[in-house]
């Protein structure tokens, strides 16, 4: 799976839209869209401040789990979008 397609699951997994997760984050919802729609990469801080609200919701031994999904994985398979 590609980074935006392990953040949708995620998003899903826990209930929560683009607009959400925008708050969340201060990232524009419209560029969380082209990022999860594939048309647009985010830079490696709003990936992290992604991830850093997704392991607030989880047990601390999950953590690495969210952010080997989400950023090595798709690095080591070369899906990285």
Do not use: C
């Not at 997994?13 to 990469?41: C, M, Y």
Request: aromatic share 8%.
């Amino acid at each position: 799976m590609t980074t935006n397609e392990q953040v949708q699951r995620y998003m899903d997994a826990l209930g929560w839209s683009t607009v959400h997760l925008a708050r969340l984050t201060n990232i524009h919802h419209i560029t969380l869209q082209e990022f999860l729609n594939g048309d647009k990469p985010l830079t490696m801080n709003q990936l992290m401040n992604i991830i850093n609200k997704f392991t607030q919701q989880y047990p601390q031994d999950k953590h690495w789990n969210i952010y080997h999904e989400i950023i090595v994985q798709p690095v080591m398979k070369g899906e990285q979008k």
